[in-house]
């Protein structure tokens, strides 16, 4: 069993559909990415998998079992969140109290959630974890302010209070958009290295394709709240069998030759009946109108051949 089996999340607001149909396994030690573009419904997944939803979104799920619990509603995961699951925030930044000194902040975590009632052994904690997350001297930077960190100090800052409480499963969205090619390198690698040392099941949500090749091992292709292709991540990258798969790949710009796809996600009021790519599809036909079932990791009447 994985530390996450989810089965046919669907995320909604009053009258309207953001996710549907989500379902996926997340092991220990295993980076699984979720692909696609802006408004595919990446993020929503993610908060809804910490019960962080905003107000007036709601999610729902068939099963949900984490680290062997089972989860019946989003008011049982506030029980988990930060000492079993745990989301690091999108901005480091904003996730910073700009009056607290990063030796705090942690401090705070490793109090409320881990439940460290010793000083000395918080001291202890929060030094070890800020020497996890690549900082030479811990001891100098829990004295710092926010603004006396770089961005990548800032965002390691953060990951060392998101490990805090030892979650079995990190969730991680968007990490690398605000940081030059060197730092990008260097915060994949750690992830990789976090999730093989600490046995962790790590949820890693993009738009980089490159990101996701780099540390993941599986891979999950949204398409307007729909799965739209799932499998190991060098099988659906290396032969994509949906033609949106295909697509994206095409448009990588690291890769040169890059092909912009035609038109753009459909917004919410304008969701095609059927499968939700048929407007931008080359292959799209009357069968389309129906949406396909995901069989065999693929939901596409016209899968492309692999190579």
Not at 9 to 25: H, I, M, N, P, Q
Not at 74 to 86: K, P
Not at 189 to 203: D, N
């Amino acid at each position: 069993m994985g530390l996450v089996e989810l089965e046919a999340l669907e995320v909604r607001t009053s009258d309207a559909v953001l996710v549907e149909g989500l379902s996926f396994t997340l092991e220990a030690h295993r980076i699984l990415a979720v692909v696609g573009e802006s408004g595919s419904g990446k993020t929503v997944s993610a908060l809804a998998l910490c019960g962080l939803l905003p107000p007036g979104v709601a999610a729902r799920w068939r099963a949900l079992t984490i680290a062997g619990t089972p989860v019946a509603t989003s008011a049982d995961l506030a029980a988990l969140r930060g000492r079993v699951i745990a989301a690091m925030p999108q901005d480091a930044s904003a996730a910073l109290d700009p009056l607290m000194r990063i030796g705090a902040l942690i401090d705070e975590v490793l109090e409320h959630v881990a439940g460290l009632e010793s000083a000395a052994e918080r001291t202890s904690r929060r030094r070890s974890l800020l020497s996890e997350v690549g900082f030479s001297e811990p001891f100098a930077v829990e004295r710092l302010f926010p603004h006396q960190l770089s961005g990548g100090m800032r965002q390691r800052a953060v990951l060392a209070a998101t490990l805090a409480a030892n979650p079995s499963v990190l969730l991680v969205d968007e990490p690398t958009t605000a940081l030059d090619a060197a730092l990008r390198t260097n915060v994949l690698a750690l992830f990789k290295e976090l999730a093989q040392r600490r046995g962790l099941a790590l949820l890693f949500i993009t738009h980089d394709l490159a990101a996701a090749e780099a540390i993941a091992d599986d891979v999950i292709v949204v398409y307007a709240g729909r799965v739209a292709e799932a499998g190991a991540l060098t099988k659906v990258f290396g032969a994509p069998r949906h033609p949106y798969t295909a697509g994206l790949l095409a448009a990588r710009l690291d890769r040169g030759n890059s092909r912009a796809m035609a038109g753009s996600i459909p917004a919410l009021g304008d969701r095609p009946v059927g499968c939700r790519f048929q407007p931008r599809c080359a292959r799209a036909s009357p069968a389309c109108a129906q949406q396909p079932p995901l069989t065999v990791g693929i939901a596409c009447h016209h899968p492309l051949e692999p190579s």
